[in-house]
């Protein structure tokens, strides 16, 4: 029986010769740090197996409580963290199949691309930003933090040994960065992925590009994935109305997520297909960089939304230097030595500073584990709507 399911592994890898683009990356030329004997015999492929083992990462169960946009409001129907990365797998992998691309690959590093946020979404990334600047640990990004739960923190440390491939198209997601035309930087190697992670906690705003088209896909997707989602978010909060929708975004793009979500893949599928590259056409990209511009005016710096975080970035500041102090006290009863530390690999506790220790732990806890840790009288409180 293993050694029919190793033919059919071999008829798999065989078949994406065939019928993938010769642009795709191929499952047989996956590119591990530590060679593993055990899956060569294995039926499964290998951006197949990131894929679960992303899924079955502790990292990704918190997804389930963790910002997307709106915090502390209490309605079940707003979007959080795990709902977005489905998204932008279900998004990602459409693209992909349409472009010929390996779909395995595209949902690894989707499911993988957000498990660094920390609490509170961008603004908690803000926060602890300039906490992990201020303790010489660099500047905090999400998307670093990633690779170093995957790589370095999960399993107690010895990390997933997930491919290159999948490792890069994570850490170059950028939803934030507006673009019309990605084209991947091709035969990056470890040591250059390694160095692309130094360089990272030394910018202020990085982008990098990934080394594959399904890297570029699931950072198209990413923007695709959130713009129209949060706008209904924010519609259904009364903080817009759909009327307000820019005209030419309206037009284009259309007034709700679905069609917004439909316009924008249609475009990128029939801009890219005879292309080395994703993109989207001149008139859809100059209607996203609207949309994009209207979501952040009226919606992520809208005044009436940051006042449900006041207190946060206090929060943030009263546990990093709480955790700091007991880790140069050896305070044992602390909830990093209890919570986190505890199982976690001499290796790692020897490999990083005080200050990147604390980092790591705060990233990743959930919204909710991170208010239980402060005093109750400073708590924030959960309220109803805006």
């Known amino acids: 029986m293993q050694k029919k399911l190793g033919e059919m592994k071999n008829f798999l890898n065989l078949r994406e010769k065939e019928f993938f683009s010769p642009l795709a990356a191929l499952s047989m030329n996956a590119v591990r740090r530590t060679k593993e004997p055990r899956q060569d015999q294995s039926y499964r492929q290998a951006f197949s197996l990131d894929a679960d083992r992303i899924l079955n990462s502790l990292s990704y169960s918190r997804y389930i409580d963790k910002t997307q946009v709106f915090s502390l409001i ?94 890069d198209a994570i850490v170059c997601h950028n939803g934030e960065t507006h673009f019309k035309k990605i084209k991947p930087e091709w035969d990056r190697t470890f040591k250059d992925f390694d160095k692309l992670l130094e360089d990272m906690i030394t910018l202020k705003n990085p982008d990098f590009t990934p080394m594959t088209m399904e890297g570029c896909v699931v950072k198209i997707a990413d923007t695709i994935s959130y713009l129209g989602r949060d706008m209904e978010d924010a519609i259904r909060l009364k903080l817009i109305k759909r009327e307000n929708i820019p005209e030419r975004c309206q037009r284009l793009l259309g007034t709700t997520n679905g069609t917004i979500v439909y316009n924008l893949v249609t475009d990128v599928i029939t801009n890219s297909q005879l292309n080395p590259y994703v993109c989207f056409s001149e008139e859809i990209s100059q209607a996203l960089e609207e949309l994009k511009a209207f979501n952040y005016e009226q919606i992520y710096l809208n005044p009436k939304i940051k006042k449900h975080l006041k207190g946060i970035k206090d929060m943030f500041r009263f546990l990093f230097e709480q955790y700091l102090e007991d880790l140069e006290k050896q305070n044992q009863t602390s909830h990093i030595f209890t919570d986190y530390l505890e199982g976690l690999s001499n290796g790692y506790k020897k490999k990083y500073s005080n200050a990147q220790m604390v980092r790591d732990f705060i990233a990743g806890m959930t919204d909710s584990y991170f208010i239980n840790q402060v005093p109750e009288k400073i708590r924030p409180q959960y309220v109803d709507n805006i």
């Open 74 to 167: 209490k309605n079940d129907h707003l979007t959080h963290r795990i709902v977005h990365v489905q998204l932008v797998a279900r998004v990602a992998r459409t693209i992909g199949r349409y472009l010929g691309l390996n779909e395995d690959l595209i949902e690894a590093a989707s499911l993988g691309h957000d498990i660094g946020h920390p609490p509170f979404g961008h603004d908690g990334e803000k926060f602890l930003s300039a906490l992990t600047k201020k303790y010489n640990a660099g500047f905090f990004h999400h998307n670093f933090q990633s690779i170093q739960f995957l790589e370095h923190i999960e399993r107690k440390g010895k990390g997933w040994n997930l491919s290159l491939q999948t490792l």
